[in-house]
């Protein structure tokens, strides 16, 4: 099958969506089907004939390092014909998304729809405070449009995201539940070397006795780090060898670094800042748990990634969490700061527990590989091509043109 992802984050930019797409990406070639990306290049136009990959230019919209394109590229659309795609696969709602809406209907080509992002979460980041109310249903008549009106079948992560489209949004169509996988073997503790492990130990100040609370992602409000940090205080006072490290970057790190500051926890809060996507699993090695407070995600791959690297999970008693984290099995779930305090606490007096939990973490991640994901992705490519199959070419010749094409590989 001929494939188009059409996204506005891709490599260089490192973020979960990009993560999933490059991981489904990878899955579907190894599977034997040809896949093109259409994405964003920051500074200028250029087309990869060789990687298939079509970049166009955009410009800042102030949440972090996204930038919107315009929605009709005129130098991408002969390349993109040429392609000769079965189906285009969106995985973003404006500007490359708006594109892939209008080249799906002008050349007939079924389009699927992933929704990655809880956008009325976002919103404060282009209001500044203004507005945010109207700019929400702003937001929600512009998704359930694009969702609703223009794709032809849609694919969410996880049954919070579902519930928002059925309950609130009221969607008609069929929605697919999906969760997004990752290359969980990325991840393997028996993939890293024990001395690269204990050299980067040194290098952030940890001992092997520390009891390392680690919290991986983007440092904005949404992502309620300050939930950890405050935690923290009470956590670190009577245990001084828990260290709370913290990886990323993003808009609020300077308030957060200077929350740790006011706090006192200058030696037990550490921040790493942005980290290479391929030395990110490395980091997971060091984690005695993985912690998250964050009620924005759909689903929360971090999650998933410490699981796969044997990490039990103390995350926030959220839809996008509550699925896969098991109370006490593989992890543990809080409703609010003392909570939370109180199961890290009990972790820290209970090294069989955590032993215990890690392995099952590990067995918890298992079904969320790539090649699993992509087998579902591609159930729902078929979907999409019988429901417009009449058009044009006719049902039975665009399924034997898929079929030729090797859809049923792996």
């Given at each position: 099958m001929r494939i188009g992802i059409f996204t506005d984050t891709y490599p260089p930019y490192i973020n979960g969506v990009s993560t999933s797409i490059v991981m489904l990406e990878s899955a579907?070639?190894?599977?034997?089907h040809e896949v093109f990306i259409v994405t964003v290049n920051p500074d200028k136009y250029s087309f990869k004939e060789d990687d298939h990959i079509i970049r166009i230019p955009g410009i800042p919209t102030g949440i972090y390092d996204y930038r919107l394109t315009g929605i009709y590229p005129l130098k991408a659309i002969k390349k993109i014909k040429k392609w000769d795609l079965d189906v285009?696969?969106?995985?973003?709602?404006?500007?490359?998304?708006?594109?892939?809406?209008?080249i799906a209907k002008q050349l007939d080509i079924p389009l699927v729809h992933t929704y990655h992002t809880m956008y009325e979460d976002y919103v404060h980041y282009i209001t500044k405070g203004y507005f945010n109310r109207s700019s929400k249903k702003l937001v929600e008549y512009l998704t359930k449009f694009y969702c609703d009106k223009t794709a032809t079948e849609l694919i969410v992560p996880t049954k919070k995201t579902y519930d928002l489209f059925k309950e609130k949004y009221h969607f008609e169509k069929d929605?697919?539940?999906v969760p997004t996988g990752i290359e969980i073997e990325r991840f393997f503790?028996?993939?890293?070397?024990?001395?690269k492990v204990n050299e980067l130990r040194r290098s952030l100040n940890l001992s092997k006795d520390d009891f390392v609370i680690l919290f991986v992602g983007r440092l904005g409000d949404e992502k309620s780090v300050d939930v950890l940090i405050d935690g923290h205080v009470l956590i670190s006072r009577k245990y001084p060898k828990a260290k709370l490290v913290i990886v990323g970057d993003g808009p609020d790190i300077d308030k957060f670094k200077k929350r740790v500051k006011r706090l006192k926890l200058d030696n037990n809060v550490i921040f790493v800042g942005r980290v290479p996507w391929k030395e990110v699993p490395l980091y997971y090695q060091l984690a005695s748990v993985f912690a998250t407070a964050s009620r924005t995600e759909t689903q929360g791959l971090t999650v998933i990634e410490a699981m796969a690297a044997s990490v039990p999970v103390v995350a926030v008693n959220d839809e996008a969490f509550n699925s896969i984290v098991k109370e006490k099995v593989n992890g543990c779930l809080f409703d609010n700061r003392k909570e939370y305090q109180n199961k890290v606490m009990d972790l820290i007096n209970n090294p069989n527990l955590v032993k215990?939990?890690?392995?099952?973490?590990?067995?918890s991640a298992e079904p969320h590989s790539?090649?699993?994901f992509a087998q579902n992705v591609l159930k729902v490519y078929l979907t999409a091509l019988g429901d417009r199959g009449v058009k044009k070419r006719g049902f039975l010749d665009r399924m034997k043109r898929v079929i030729k094409r090797g859809i049923y590989h792996g």
């Open positions: 579907l070639k190894k599977m034997g285009i696969h969106s995985h973003t709602e404006f500007g490359v998304g708006t594109f892939a809406r209008i929605v697919h539940i503790k028996e993939k890293f070397d024990s001395k215990e939990m890690a392995y099952e973490a590990r067995k790539a090649k699993y």
